[in-house]
């Protein structure tokens, strides 16, 4: 066999060069921890900052305990550990869709709990939980999966821990594997379901008496898990969007090389548009829409296509032919004429389920349109029949339309080269479409998300070795050195009514038109649209001049004076 | 205005961190043109190795001074250049599609032109050169597009130089600005332009009588310009596979993280199966079609979907619900049957013209059908109806079905999903399908593209000194330090017979079924389905210990015994 053919089998199995080269990459820690190359536990004591919603004194109810315990207090590391403590058994689990570094949460976890602690992995997300599906994590193993994407190494699933049934299966594997704690890798409903565990494991789980501590760690390439001043971003958004500036860089690059064409990108993030305001600061396109913009300016489909048309004209008129947009996942329904119409159809289908299921596909439209409001109806007959047959389709099991299933990106592209006819007839507009989301979501992280999740699982390890629960773990000040805190999750909860029943949830950080990032924004895209400003941001670097990097928009809206990361 | 801000106002137009990083990596040179500082040029002589195809006798009559001057023969350096050639009015232009090294071929050609010799920009490829839109390039451009991706400096365009009309256009062009010298940066189509400039412009262009000398740099994305022994690979094939490696890399990562998606992902390249074949071995799948060995073995599109649908049940049966699928965009071409049914169509069609557009078009599929031979007839009722009405819609101006725009990737995920059914009704079948393609054409060039183009503009360039024309610029030995090398063109053309008149084409290399690469990938792929032995290439990078690698096709069949390239 040649030398090269025994190089390329060595390289199977997640042994490519790079991965092989990735994995001996050194990571910083926060100066709290100590040395890098031998992290050590850190203690925590209360801070002067107390959360709470609207809704703490409901929350306070349901969450009689981890409440006394906490005071909704966020803590702050305090120095190490005077303590060995040994013997803990800890479960880590990955919940949700993947984001890069969740490998790098367990390698810090392992590190930090060191050989006098047991990690087990929860395989295949929460329902491993409730099935009991643990295995033990080995040194090996973390050396084997650090600084590499995506979540395979556990796998993943979105059950929601709701039913009496499946809180009593989590005390089980609980008390058969009897664990001392649960850290649970989510985003906004994981961590509210962390919360609600912390609370219903507090105590009187195990044979002494005790309970299970119960830590979260903030996950989520949408970015919508922020915290003014104590979380500035969840981990995975910086891979994520550094992936998809790339692409759109190089998409930007090839608009001015080929002369000829827009690209329509749609981004994936399902509510926030942090990923879509993300890129256009990496990348500086023609048009980036923002869906809180146009919710709080109450702008029309018909509004934003005039503005989207426009800029294509205007181009055209200066030679330039070409340009891209960007538009987020969750665009259509933060238009609220398309929001409300939605609302009226849904209630239409419900009133008349049996007639309209029994009428031939040609015939759906007219039938809707003939029972909506003149002004609904007239906007749905504004939209072209692939959307129209996405609307009239088949709900979920909820009875809400399926919204990602919608080619927004298509739409915009047909209702835009309408406009741009009726505008001006001689300006040539042809488009391609894209939607950008499961290539980012397990690439290998960025050296500012590898760090962030290994320092993220340091300081989750340290909360439970610190006896804590019912904290989501955090890293501040991550362009000053970085330090460990915690906050308590039951301070973040709102409640919602649903179906009569209260709900406990995280609400959803959406971007504000008045934070620094939104604001810097605003006043530069006109000269993007005006001309070729555009940027290609590179693929992400993990050695070199340019490897650390924080987001834009969280350097923006954290007031840093520089667009670099300094953890240690 | 916060520091921040100001730092980010400099980042526009082309000057993102990466990019302003990036222009100052040095780049190798070729012994042969000295130090990577100041790399001189160098003069070439005769090899013993003559080019010719079956049609060599043909293109001699057609071609009589290039063939004559050039007998065909293979050049290769032959030292240092001893004169000092000046005042030589060079212009370059990039034709076809973009591909990543591009402005490094331009900035390769003005380093080795120095400053006694002027290098003019085309503007918009060809089209330009027929409009006389040049203008001289400095060296403050060059020193800003130097590693930096694609065509933007110069733009590009499809237009074939081929009426008398045209021919004269491009000589008052080289009139009206002087010109000695044009170097065409195109693929396989634009360098048979280049053998056919050549000789037109071979003399009595200028008013001494003298001719202006045309050389070809081989550039496509598709990797299918290739040549044994003397061009192991076009420039951009690396860029682009490398950047869709890592998207689908990230894709498998995610698969076996969620647990639960199969992904169907199209792979640019036109005809030739080489960017499909690259990601597959770069990636390891669980299923990569191949276009020229689905031709070989006349397999019809049912056994293709039996076959992937048998890889989805059996790793369903080991509990993978999940893997992913590569195809290449010429696939549908490439199945004999699809190609026999689409010509009956096309007759059909053809000889029906009045008849079929005055139906209506849920009419349409039932008349084609009763009009074509039964195997025909039964293929076209097995395809979904969105491939039906493709496949009767509209022809391109030459009557041809516009094969581009079928959507395969989704063609497979629905016949898949229906034999799935037949085989294990239990099996479930969730796919997202995905095109790359625009992504990876301007990217920045790795450091394998961005060294071969600058060598590849040092070679153009000393060629052009060394008063040469009609050949296509090469570096030969790219793990082995590299040489400069020049193809005659002529030597490369076949005649093919179209509409009634001779055109001379260079043939379009195709994956071959006994090549290493082929072989290897064969000989790999049962276990890539049966396990997740996948790997994630990772981003390309640029500084650190993974910068020079060769793409895998290359290094295989080029017999290298690492995948390391080494230039200088």
């Known amino acids: 066999m040649s030398t090269l053919v025994e190089q390329l089998l060595d390289t199977e199995a997640h042994r490519s060069i790079f991965e092989t080269a990735v994995r001996q990459n050194p990571l ?27 809704d703490a004194d409901g929350v306070r109810a349901q969450f009689p305990q981890t409440v006394a315990a906490s005071g909704n207090v966020v803590l702050s590391s305090a120095g190490a550990s005077t303590a060995r403590v040994t013997g803990k058994r800890v479960a880590v689990l990955f919940s949700g869709g993947p984001a890069a570094g969740g490998h790098n949460v367990v390698c810090g976890l392992k590190r930090v709990l060191g050989a006098g602690n047991t990690l087990f992995g929860v395989k295949a997300g929460p329902k491993g939980l409730l099935k009991g599906s643990l295995f033990e994590i080995t040194d090996a193993n973390v050396d084997f999966i650090l600084n590499t994407g995506g979540f395979d190494f556990l796998g993943s699933d979105r059950t929601k821990i709701k039913s009496a049934e499946q809180f009593a299966q989590v005390r089980e594997t609980c008390i058969k594997h009897n664990l001392d704690a649960i850290v649970v890798v989510g985003g906004d409903d994981s961590n509210t379901n962390a919360a609600v565990l912390a609370e219903s494991l507090f105590s009187g789980v195990k044979a002494d008496g005790s309970g299970v501590q119960v830590i979260g760690v903030p996950k989520t390439i949408d970015g919508d898990l922020q915290i003014p001043g104590l979380l500035s971003i969840s981990f995975g958004f910086d891979t994520a969007t550094r992936i998809y500036s ?8 090839d608009t001015s090389s080929s002369l000829k064409y827009w690209h329509f990108v749609k981004l994936m993030g399902r509510s926030a548009s942090h990923v879509a305001l993300e890129v256009a600061l990496q990348t500086k396109p023609a048009i980036a829409l923002i869906s809180e913009e146009i919710a709080s300016k109450q ?10 048309a426009r800029v294509i004209v205007e181009r055209s008129h200066k030679g330039m032919n070409y340009g891209v947009l960007l538009a987020p996942e969750g665009l259509i329904e933060f238009i609220p004429e398309m929001n409300a ?29 003939s029972r909506l409001s003149a002004d609904n109806a ?7 029949h692939y959307i129209v047959n996405m609307l009239l389709a088949e709900r979920d099991s909820h009875g809400n339309l399926q919204v990602s299933l919608i080619p927004t990106e298509q739409l915009l592209i047909d209702m835009a080269k309408k406009r741009v006819k009726e505008l001006d007839p001689a300006v040539p507009f042809a488009a391609h479409n894209h939607f950008l989301g499961y290539e980012g979501r397990c690439g290998a992280p960025t050296l500012f998300d590898a760090a962030y999740t290994f ?6 390890g340290s909360l439970i070795l610190d006896g804590r629960t019912g904290y989501m773990a955090t890293i501040t000040g991550l362009s000053n050195g970085g330090t460990p805190q915690a906050i308590p999750l039951a301070g973040l909860l709102n409640i919602e009514r649903r179906h009569g029943k209260d709900e406990f949830v995280i609400e959803k950080a959406l971007v504000k038109m008045d934070s620094p990032a939104m604001k810097f924004f605003a006043s530069r895209r006109d000269e993007w649209a005006a001309g070729d400003l555009f940027a290609s941001p590179g693929p992400r670097q993990f050695w070199g001049p340019t490897t650390h990097q924080l987001p834009i928009s969280v350097a923006l809206n954290s007031g840093a004076d520089s667009l670099m990361f300094r953890i240690g």
Chains 1, 2 share one sequence.
Request: charged share 15%.
């Open 299 to 308: 702008e029309s489909l018909a509004s934003i296509i005039d503005r989207v």
């Open 246 to 253: 790339e692409m759109v860089g190089n998409i930007l690059q």
């Open 341 to 369: 119409m939605i609302a009226e159809l849904n209630d239409v289908l419900a009133h008349h389920a049996a007639e309209f299921a029994a009428l031939a596909d040609d015939a759906k439209a007219d039938f809707v349109g």
């Open 455 to 460: 320092n993220l699982g340091l300081t989750a």
């Open 28 to 54: 910083p820690v926060c100066a709290a921890f100590g040395s890098s190359d031998q992290p050590q536990p850190v203690r925590f004591s209360n801070t002067s900052q107390v959360l709470g919603t609207k």
């Open 378 to 384: 007239a906007l749905l007959a504004s939209l072209p």
